[in-house]
């Protein structure tokens, strides 16, 4: 036999490194970035892959960030377990594909996010699944378009951009005994209150929001009973829809914070609210703690811990919105929400830009309206921005 010899440095460089020895865990969840795992042999990849052993093959399929935000969000929604996504579509696109199939029907919620509707009306409508609209926050309307093919009810606690809420133990009472699968995006309203007891069966964020909450997360989860994710999460990771660790684990890291941010920036947006209700610039605001909001009641009655950071409100028109947008010192326009500071979109030009100006009609939206995600800073530095931007209308 040939004494060993010393590796190539070419062969030192490439090899792995070896592990840390240290059975010590840290405090901070460490960050493991490999797509992939090492194996003894092969009986041991057959144990973890017949569930006789716990570990992670394939970064893909499952990975140890990915874990620790699940199990830290399906707690936080009183849920059995979670399945993190891509984005927020990557989870509805998760939840639909898992669910549905040719000839199925999908309840869909009028007035949401418009790429949730496009994702319905649009893309699943290519596989032979249709949709029927009706008004979350009226479950009458659900039972009236139900059909022995409806499958799915699609809401969001409070609506983009509108802030209509969802009747979610209203709905479940019509779609439970139907049979039908009732999903809550609760992108808007984290921590607000927990859908999944008021009867949901599903419920999804997109975690590029709030909960990442630093506009550096890109990332979305659902979450409901451990069977249905069992069922979907291996669905989900054939279409390649799951999460990164790296986004996994920012995203963990602003959850942190989700609480005292959710306490400062639902402060904030109320007294906002209430500051745009009274300028005469403002011909409408949409906020579900304005008494005059039409769903004013129900958000009472749902929503144990605030009305949300989300605002919108209308300045007229086009012409107006561009003003005011331009005008502002301090708040970008910035198409997402969710951020530690106040941003802003214009739902007719970003998230709802797909669709027509008869589809923006009949769910409410106009060219004027506004739609403020409220942050963390100190309140009248926010309106000191606004007061003088809607000075210049
Ligand atoms: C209410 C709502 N749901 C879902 C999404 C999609 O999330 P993502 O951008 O992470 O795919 C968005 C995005 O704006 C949203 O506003």
Redesign the pocket.
């Known amino acids: 036999m040939s004494e060993p010899t010393a590796p190539d440095p070419a062969t030192v460089c490439a090899r792995p490194p070896v592990s840390p020895p240290s059975t010590i865990p840290p405090l901070a969840p460490p960050l493991q970035l490999s797509s992939v795992y090492q194996f003894a042999d092969v009986a041991t990849v057959d144990a973890v892959y017949e569930g006789e052993m716990r570990g992670f093959v394939y970064a893909r399929d499952a990975h140890p960030n990915a874990y620790q935000l699940a199990s830290k969000v399906a707690e936080l929604e009183g849920g059995e377990a979670a399945l993190v996504c891509?984005?927020?579509?990557?989870?509805?696109s998760a939840l639909m594909l898992g669910l549905l199939q040719h000839g199925d029907r999908v309840a869909l919620a009028e007035g949401?996010?418009g790429?949730?509707t496009l994702l319905v009306a649009r893309e699943l409508a290519r596989f032979g699944v249709e949709y029927d609209l009706f008004d979350q926050s009226r479950p009458e309307t659900l039972r009236a378009i139900l059909t022995s093919r409806t499958r799915l009810a699609f809401v969001?606690t409070l609506?983009?951009p509108l802030l209509r809420v969802a009747d979610i133990a209203g709905l479940a009472e019509v779609a439970r005994p139907a049979g039908v699968a009732l999903a809550v995006?609760h992108?808007?309203a984290p921590l607000l209150c927990r859908p999944l007891e008021l009867g949901a069966d599903y419920v999804?964020?997109?975690?590029?929001?709030s909960i990442g909450g630093h506009s550096d997360v890109?990332?979305?989860l659902l979450v409901g009973s451990k069977r249905d994710i069992a069922r979907i999460t291996p669905i989900a990771s054939t279409f390649g829809l799951t999460g990164n660790p790296f986004d996994s684990w920012m995203a963990l890291r602003g959850i942190a914070t989700l609480a005292v941010r959710t306490e400062r920036s639902t402060a904030n947006a109320l007294d906002l609210a209430h500051r745009l209700e009274a300028h005469p610039s403002v011909v409408q605001v949409n906020y579900p703690g304005l008494a005059a909001h039409p769903d004013h009641a129900l958000a009472c009655q749902i929503l144990k811990s605030g009305f949300g950071a989300m605002v919108s409100f209308d300045v007229g028109g086009r012409v107006q919105a561009e003003r005011f947008i331009k005008s502002l010192a301090h708040i970008p326009y910035a198409?997402?929400?969710g951020d530690v500071a106040t941003t802003l979109s214009h739902p007719t030009t970003t998230?709802h830009r797909f669709q027509t100006p008869e589809e923006w009609s009949r769910q409410g939206i106009t060219e004027g309206l506004i739609r403020l995600s409220v942050g963390i800073e100190a309140v009248e530095d926010l309106w000191i921005d606004l007061n003088q931007a809607l000075a210049q209308l």
């Open positions: 891509a984005s927020g579509m990557a989870a509805e949401i996010y790429r949730t969001e609506s983009n995006d992108t808007f999804i964020h997109s975690a590029t929001k890109t990332l979305g198409p997402s929400l998230s």
